[in-house]
């Protein structure tokens, strides 16, 4: 017997299914690989992360610790492998890639509620509460029945939106070295203003240096897309030869950017700096902080071993892209993660609009919840505006639908305190202090 359909076993759908498994639902989770690849993932497991292992800030007074901190207060299965297979990475919260897929994986195979069906879903579920949480790399079949199914509700409401076509962005991924190929003589151990240790290898430049590598990426070939598509980005998540060619100093201001960090055995500031963060627990592979790139292979190789510490580099991973889709939530989701046209049919993760990975499995935490609630007759749940995730799920449900893009969570959408406190880190610790004590019960 099945309670609840899950489409999609990345974030959103894994934590949609351990949430309303937990709840007592029988849950069928369909994923299609490894029947159906992905240009993207590598592995047949659920919870695969692609883009990074960084699952950002973990800070206490940060938004995406508050995230954190919410997600762990509802039971979160991805917080909870989180934690299991962190590795060190300073003040973010970073995971050995593959050990956290496996210990997702396994978790959910085990429960006795979850039922994992390998098969490509083409066409959206008949049977309800169904979930579809199939992500930024939904497969052309199921993309254009949802589009089809919201074209036809946006034509019954006479609305201006405009969603014959889903939205879209294109997401690179960072490169990955292997640490024995990093030269240790040249690169030093040290985390930005010192917080939590010395848990990043980095690669530090002189101002000549950085010039050359700026020079090697701007005349660097990229790899095309189709002449159809504009290239659309994420904006907080920019290729860097996106960065390059917006001015030579923009790289030093974002992933290349040298405050913080001192270089202990000259006790300088280096003119530029590439940042390594370890991929896995063993420490045998680093990724390239933010070194997103859609760079041909062959020029990944020659400018990237510009950078000092990496002339030998072995890369294990080259950087790539590959499109994302995401709906125009606001014209089609109400803040329950339900479809206005349907309330049975419930919609999660990066496809609703969200970026990042625990955003996502926010948005499928609440869904599980929710879809549980739908099936027993009860009323579906709106978390507070006062707290992160709430926030988020607002935005994109309110946002101009003519203008909509991908939202993280941040301070900037949480409504201001009743007492404005002007001091920055006394403000955004009221703000979560505010949160957590708004934080409703799930159950």
């Not at 496996?102 to 978790?107: D, L, N, V």
């Not at 040298?258 to 592979?285: C, F, H, I, K």
């Not at 990066?350 to 948005?363: C, F, I, K, P, R």
Request: aromatic share 8%; charged share 25%.
């Amino acid at each position: 017997m099945t309670d609840i359909v899950v489409v999609g076993g990345g974030l959103a759908g894994s934590e949609a299914a351990w949430q309303a498994a937990e709840r007592g639902a029988h849950v069928r989770l369909y994923e299609m690989r490894p029947v159906t690849p992905t240009p993207a993932h590598k592995t047949d497991r659920l919870a695969e992360l692609v883009c990074s292992n960084s699952l950002k800030s973990d800070s206490p007074e940060d938004c995406h610790g508050l995230l954190k901190r919410e997600l762990t207060a509802y039971g979160s299965v991805v917080m909870a492998a989180a934690r299991t297979h962190a590795v060190p990475a300073g003040s973010a919260l970073a995971v050995d890639r593959e050990a956290f897929a496996a210990e997702i994986t396994e978790r959910l195979t085990r429960h006795p509620g979850i039922n994992i069906v390998r098969e490509k879903v083409k066409a959206i579920p008949e049977e309800r509460p169904a979930i579809i949480a199939t992500g930024p790399l939904t497969s052309d079949l199921l993309a254009a029945a949802l589009r089809d199914r919201f074209f036809s509700y946006l034509a019954s409401q006479d609305s201006s939106a405009n969603v014959h076509d889903l939205l879209y962005f294109y997401d690179a991924i960072s490169p990955i070295v292997a640490a024995d190929s990093i030269d240790r003589e040249i690169v030093f151990a040290a985390s930005r203003y010192d917080k939590g240790g010395d848990d990043y290898l980095n690669c530090p430049m002189t101002r000549e240096e950085y010039r050359l590598f700026w020079e090697a990426v701007r005349a660097a070939e990229l790899t095309p897309i189709h002449p159809f598509e504009e290239a659309r980005y994420f904006e907080g998540c920019l290729p860097i030869e996106v960065l390059a060619a917006r001015g030579e100093d923009t790289l030093r201001f974002g992933p290349m950017k040298p405050v913080g960090l001192v270089d202990s055995r000259t006790g300088r500031q280096p003119y530029a700096v590439v940042q390594l963060r370890m991929e896995n627990r063993e420490g045998t592979m680093y990724n390239m902080v933010g070194f997103q790139t859609r760079m041909r292979w062959g020029e990944q190789r020659r400018a990237l071993r510009m950078i000092p510490g990496l002339r030998d580099a072995e890369f294990l991973r080259y950087g790539s892209i590959h499109r994302n889709t995401f709906i125009t939530a606001p014209a089609l989701l109400q803040e329950t993660m339900q479809f206005r046209g349907d309330p049975g049919f419930f919609i999660a993760g990066q496809l609703t609009g969200v970026e990042g990975y625990l955003e996502s499995a926010g948005t499928g935490l609440l869904a599980g919840v929710n879809a549980v609630r739908f099936l027993n007759g009860e009323p579906t749940v709106v978390l507070p505006q006062t707290t992160a995730l709430g926030s988020v799920i607002r935005h994109i449900c309110h946002a101009d639908p003519r203008t909509f893009q991908p939202m993280n969570v941040n301070f900037g959408l949480l409504p201001p305190l009743d007492e404005p406190v002007r001091a920055k880190r006394e403000r955004r610790q009221a703000l979560v202090d505010r949160a957590l004590r708004t934080l409703p019960s799930l159950r």
